[in-house]
Structure formats: C-alpha cells, structure tokens
C-alpha cells in the first residue's frame, strides 16, 4: 500500500458545552504530522468528544480545527476524508468481509479491478489476506477489528482516528494488537490519533500522550515524561502506580519534614507541592548507606507476594503510607515489623504540583 | 484569531440540520394535519354551533336532557366494562400458561393469539355472524350434544356483540399481561416457596401483585378501545346495541345533525383522551397499542 | 402418566392439580384461532347455506364473487387503495422514524406523539370528519380521498415499526459510513435501510392491511364506482349472511397471510451457510 502523505492536526479553542458541562473547555493542541498521538483520560473527561470532533460528528460550540491548512470545522464527516475505528468496530453485518473492506473505495467509484487489489492489500495489511469472502459474524473478535482497520485505512486517509479500538479484546491479543497497530502506522505514517482510558495501553503505543480531564488537556508530552515527570496529582495518579508525601519549601529546594531533598530537575511553579514516590524507583538499603540519594526511614508493615515483584507496604515516620516494588530474590525481602531505610536517586526525585 | 472561531457559521450548521432532519417528519406531520386535525378540529367547531349558526352549548345541553343520549352513553360503558372483565377471565390465565411454557412453544403460541391481529374485522366479524345464527354452528352442536333444545339468541343482541369484541380485544389483553409476567423474576416465587408460601399463596400474594401493571394496562386499553367501538355492535348487535360510534354513524346518516354527532364525537374523544392519559402514567402505552378497531 | 405427578412450578404444585388451568388455557386459545379459521371450508360448500362441514365441496361461491362485477369493481378499489396507501404512508412514516429518532430534540417527541394520534382517536371521529371536509373538497367517492385518509391512519403504524428497528440498529454503523465517505443519505441507504429491511417491509404491507381492512372511514367517504371490499361486504352483512363472504374472506385470510409471510421471506437476515 502506497504511504500517503501524513496531515498535521491544529485545534485552537475548541468548547463543546451539554448545558452547563463543558464536555471540552477551550482545548489547544497541535498534532504533527506522521505522530501517533494517544488522548487519555478516564471515562467522562472528553477525551472521546474530542476525537468525535476531529470526525466531524460532534459540532463544537466554537473553535477552529486544520487538517494541514484547511480549515475542516465545518466540513461534514463524509468530506473529511478521515478514517474512523469504532470501539464495537461497527462492521456491517450485511456485507461480506471484501463488502466491508471495498466499501469506502466504493463510494469513490473506484474501478473494480483495482479496488479488488486494494482489498486485497488491505487485508493482507491486517494478515487476513484470503478473508475477503468470510462473512462477517464468522470472524473472531480480534479478525473483526483488523477488518475495521482495514476498511479504516484502505482508502489511504492521511489521518486516522480510533476510538478505544481494542477494549473488547482480552488481555494477550489486546497486547499483541497494540504492537501490531503501532508497526501498520509506522508503515503507512498517517497521522493517528487514539483514544484510551489503559494508560499501559497509551505508554505502550504512543509517541506522544495528552492527559484529558474535565474537558482539558492535563499534559501532553512522551510516554516517558509523562510518567517520570507528571504534570501534577491528577497525571501522576492515572499513570502507574505512586505515592505521593507532602513537601515545603526551603528557599530554593524542597524538604520532607526535617530532611533537604536531593532533586535532579526543578519542580514546576505551583501554589502546592507534593513528592511522588513511584514503588519500583525505591530501593530498600542499609540504614547507613553512603551517597547522594535520599533516605526514608520506615516501619515494614505488610509483604505480598505477587509473582515477578514483591509489594512491601511500609510506613514513615509520619506515620503516611508508602509503597515499595522489590525483586522477590530471598534476601531483599524483608520481614513484617522490620525497621528499613528507603532509598531514592535524586533523578527519580520528583516533586510535583499538588493540582 | 478571535476568542471563539467560527462560533456563528457552527450554530448555523446546527441549526440547519436540526431543521433539514426535522423536515423528514414535515410530509407525514402535514398529512397527520390535513387528514385528522384539521377535520377533527372542525367538528370540534362544528359541535358548538347552534342550529342558528352562533356559538352554543346546546349540543351538549341536550345530550344530558333526552334520556335516548344517556341510554348510549350506559350501554356504550356497559359493554366496554363487560368485554373488559371477560378479556381478563380469559386472558389472563392463558398468559399465566403462556408465560410458563419454554420460550420457542410460547412463541409459537403468540402466533395463534396475534392471528386475529391480521384477519380482517370484518372476516371475523362474519364468521361470528355465521357460528351463531339461530342455524350456526354452536346452537347446532348445542342441540346435538343436549346442551340446550331450543336455538338461542346469540346474535344480533348484546350476547353477540360481546363474544365478538371480547374476540377481537383478547390479544390487546394477553400481549401486556404476557409480557410482564415474563418479566417477573423467578426467584421471588421461588423465595416465597422457600418461605413456606404454598402454591395458592405463592401466586396471590407474590405473582399476581407483580403482573398487576401489566394487566391493569391491558384493562385500560381494552376499555378504551371498546369505547370506540363501531363495527361489531352494528353488525353482531343487530341495531339492538347503539354505542356511541352508531349513535354518531346514524345522526349524520339519518339525519344529517352535524351538530349532535360533532358534540358526541368530541365526548367520547375527550373520554378516550383522559384515560389514555391515566393509562399512561401507568404503562408504556407504545407497547399495547396495536393494529387499529 | 408420571408427568402429571411432576411439579410445574417452583411452588411444587404438581401438573396434576393444574390441569384445569391448561384446560381453560386450550379453550380460549381454540376460541381465538378457530373461528377465523372455521369460515375456510365453509366457502367451500355446494349448498345453499353454510354448512360445517360441508355435504358437497364446491367452488359455487368463489364462481359467483368473480362473476360479480360489484365484487371485481370493490376489490378492485380495495387493491389500488391499499397499494397505493402503502406507497405513501410507507417512504412517508420512514422518513419521519428516521428524521425524529436522529434529531433528538424536545420537540421531535411532541411530533412523534403528534403523529401517532390516528391510532388513539377514535375511528368514527376521523371518518365524520374527514367526510366532512371531503363534502368542502369534493373528495367524497375518489380514490384520493380514500387513499389519504388510509395513508394518514397508517403512517404511525409504520412510523412506530421503524421507530423501534432504528432503536435496535446499531447506529454508529451509520457514523462509519459516514466517515467512510458517505452522504448521510447514502449511508442510510447503504447501511441502514438494509438492516431495517424486514421492519419496513412488515410496516408496508401493515400498512397495505390498514387499508385494505378499513371499514369505518370507507362507509363515509367511498362509494359509487369507487366502494371498497369492506364497505360492500359489510352493507352485505347488515342485509343477510351471503355465503360469497365466506370466499371473499377465506381471499382476504388468504392475503393477508401471503403478504406476511412475504415481508417474512423479504427481511429475514440471511442465515450463514456453514456455521
């Protein structure tokens, strides 16, 4: 399949209100072109109306929104030339899986022969080549959503948005279709946009992530910040696993109760501030252990077993709950009861806005 | 680029196809209008017009002297009532078993109970005509069996014009009543077994509570369908039953009194209007209402 | 029979002590489907009167019914009518479903309740009056006026038919098309209108029935040339019980459950060869 060339995305002050909810509240955000970008949010917070939006079948109240330099806000679905995986992959049931696929190329009026080869391509694209004569309810739930992708992709659209694709699927070829999808956009290069409430599912993908809630953009940055540097609570909770300790201010840095953090990079300005702990950055070490990290001593309160990690729940000083992840390997393992000191590496140091 | 692009040009857009999907109702809305509102609306009018052409309650003022009117008005609630409680008698127990029996039987059943829902009225009204003439069918296998000796009237009187509604109203009937029984969930009976319940109270005072709404909607519905009622009274009452719908039918056919007949009309819609209005508050009328009477 | 010992509920009670209530239950089952049905080998009997069953078999009555050219010229009417409403009312109450289920506004319910009135008010009613502005409109005895009075009864039988199918469609089928590159009036019928196919054509030949079984309005507003089926049969029933009823209704039972079991056959989603 030809790779077509990718459209940049530029959405400037779009507010969409269901009375007095706003559903989206003056939303910026630029998409590059060729950028596989993931919306993510918790369900309600307008990561979906968004992406319904950039379709064409939710109208904003106002704002403006470019394919490259076309100003599309007002273009129909239909003119958009946008292709769309639906979260129930809406195939049509009264068409063969060649039907579903050749569909679009059919409302082209794309000449017989070569929209026969383009199915063909497509399919072979999503590995069913040979499908194109199964009907639709013969297909299994992982087929049914590469012939939504196919039928997506097969009239080679330069913007592809999908919603929730993969929800339906159980957990290992939910896996398996995530690095399948990422390596067909990297092959075709269109620009994607993808929405997801399973942040493993947007970290996994994506070359950039947008945090949405309450009709906003939290964050939009690499899978990489925006684990390791959230933007604030709301991020670093909806990502992995953490813990979060209160912090005050001392002059230039941060202390926890009576001890001077140790930090890498410097905390964004905000009115509060918290230390995010994630459990598998702390490692348990001997209380007089010499270097530059910054040392936490607790009380081991409760060890579960989990397989490839041990989650140690322990408590400080303070008496503030705080998770550690460990190798299960015998000897780091300690006992309930046991007092421990917790280490963190000024980098994985990270304090961050309270809201 | 200003604070709020393209905010006019959007609500335009949604303007217009709120209006352009709205337009795909206009061709039926303006049939609706021009068919039935708009002639409705005029004997509307019509009823309170005087015989000299200014406005007047006369109409009305007469319908509550002349005691013929409140004669119509008995009979017409008599056999409604009438074709009701024996609607339920019988239908209710058959939607008992129905709602027993393994989905694919009972399905296969609601299509002998939906049969009469496309056989013509007329069809069935004949046939009614045919069983139970004076030589029918049932009083001559009355007579053979010993059953009776004589041939009974069952037909051109009230005897007849029952069977032949309650015949034509029992689906109306069973549909709701079937439905909400189906919905009761087992495990209350089954609970109320467990409790000591034995089948007799099991079923008054657990079953039969949970299937009211759904047999009280029927009720209603079939009453207000009767209310209405023209056909079958004409032909298996023999002119001997006159519901409103024939006192109406022979005031324009005989004697060309609009106004009389308006006033009716409007009566028996405004009687029609306010039950299905309490009828609704108690079942989704959308799911009874049916083929036409 | 160890049946009857068996308990039928979860109450226990036993199909033994049930059997008046499968009793009662049989009968008025036979009570709604027999005498419909009773009236089929009547029209077949050679005598004078109806008779169950009948002496001698015969097609006399059928002869006659099409000998008769009242009978040939009102089941005539019947049939254009009936046709001819269903092409109206069938497009017209689709497209309102359609235009009012994906509208989803406050005012579409009010249209909706609006357009489902003919099946409420009473018959009578509608049949007065619309004669009384056929006089006004010299519509009294045609065609068109028995087609639109018919058309405007049956248009919330459709609307209510489709209506329902839509609510069972998975319409964000209609969004992929849609973003596919289909018009919303392509989608519609690429997509949709295939899958509702069996709704559709349920209500059109309901809508076909509606006419063709209508008494009241045709008393009022057809006649002459233009009388249909239902108005003659039902002049004839008030006079004395014709046997040439029984064929034409044994014809019209007949029609009715052809036209059915078509839109059956029509919109039955197709089943897969192998499974």
Known sequence: ?????????????????????????????????????????????????????????????????????????????????????????????????????????????????????????????????????????????????????????????????????????????????????????????????????????????????????????????????????????????????????????????????????????????????????????????????????????????????QGDSVLVQAVLADGIRIAVRTAPTADAVPVEGAAVTLALSPADTVVIADR | MSERPNEAGLRRDALLERLALFGLGSPALLLVLVAMVLPVGWLFWLSFLGDDGTFSLEHYQRMLAEPSYRRTFATTFQVSFLTTAICILLGYPLAYVLAQLPQRIANLCMIGVLLPFWTSLLVRTYAWLVLLQRQGLINQWGIELGLWSEPLTLVHNLNGTLIGMVHIMLPFLILPVYASMRAIDRDFIKAAANLGAGPVAAFWKVFLPLSLPGLFGGALIVFILCLGFYVTPAVLGGGRVIMVSNRIATDIELFFNWGAASALGVVLLALTLLLLWGASRIVRLDRVLGAGH | MGWLSRPATETQITHGRRLWLYAVAVLVMAFLVLPTLIVVPMSFSGSQYLEFPP??????????????????????????????????????????????????????????????????????????????????????????????????????????????????HDMSQEMVARSLGASRLRAFLLVTLPQIRFSVATSAVLAFLTSFDEVIVALFVSGGPNSTLTRSMFNALRDQIDPTIAAISTIMILVSSLLLAVAQTVGQPRRPAVK
Request: net charge positive.
């Open chain 1, 1 to 305: 399949m030809a790779r077509g060339a990718a459209l940049p995305i530029t959405i400037r002050q779009v507010t969409k209100t269901y009375g007095r909810i706003h559903a989206l509240d003056h939303v910026d955000l630029d998409i590059q072109s060729g950028e596989f970008l993931t919306l993510l949010g918790p369900s309600g917070s307008g990561k979906t109306t968004l992406l319904m939006v950039l379709a064409g079948f939710t109208r904003p109240d106002h704002g403006s929104l470019r394919f490259g330099e076309d100003e599309v806000i007002r273009r129909p679905p239909h003119k958009r030339d946008v292709g769309m995986v639906f979260q129930n992959y809406a195939l049509f049931p009264h068409m063969d899986v060649a039907g579903n696929v050749g569909f679009p190329l059919r409302l082209r009026g794309v000449p017989r022969a070569e929209a026969e080869r383009r199915i063909e391509a497509a399919l072979d694209l999503v590995q069913l080549g040979g499908y194109g004569g199964r009907r639709v309810d013969q297909l299994s739930g992982g087929q049914r959503q590469r012939v939504a992708l196919a039928r997506a992709i097969v009239f080679e659209p330069r913007i592809l948005l999908m919603d929730e694709p993969l929800s339906a699927l159980d957990k290992q070829l939910r896996e398996r279709m995530q690095i399948e999808l990422r390596r067909l956009h990297d092959r075709l290069g269109m620009t994607t946009v993808y929405v997801t409430h399973d942040q493993r599912e947007a970290l996994t993908m994506s070359d950039r992530i947008a945090v949405i809630q309450g009709g906003g953009i939290m964050q939009l940055d690499t899978p990489r910040r925006i684990y390791e540097q959230p933007a604030n609570r709301f991020v670093a909770e909806f990502i992995g696993e953490s813990s979060f300790l209160p912090v005050e201010r001392d002059g230039a840095g941060f202390r926890y109760g009576a001890h001077i953090l140790r930090i890498a990079a410097p905390p964004p300005e905000a009115d509060g501030h918290l230390l995010m702990v994630r459990p598998e950055r702390l490692r348990l070490v001997a209380a007089d252990e010499p270097g530059e990290d910054n040392h936490f001593p607790a009380t081991v309160e409760d060890v579960v077993y």
């Open chain 3, 55 to 168: 002496r001698e078999w015969s097609l006399r009555w059928y002869r006659t019914y099409l000998a008769s050219p009242e009978w040939m010229q009102a089941t005539w009417t019947s049939l254009k009518a009936g046709v001819l409403t269903m092409l109206v009312a069938t497009p017209l109450g689709t497209l309102a479903a359609y235009g009012l289920f994906t509208a989803r506004v406050g005012l579409g319910r009010l249209v909706f309740a609006l357009l489902v009135t003919p099946i409420i008010v009473p018959v009578i009613l509608v049949g007065i009056g619309v004669f009384y502005a056929y006089v006004q409109l010299k519509l009294v005895n045609t065609l068109a006026g028995i087609v639109l009075a018919h058309a405007m009864l049956a248009v919330p039988i459709v609307l209510m038919i489709v209506t329902a199918a839509l609510k069972s």
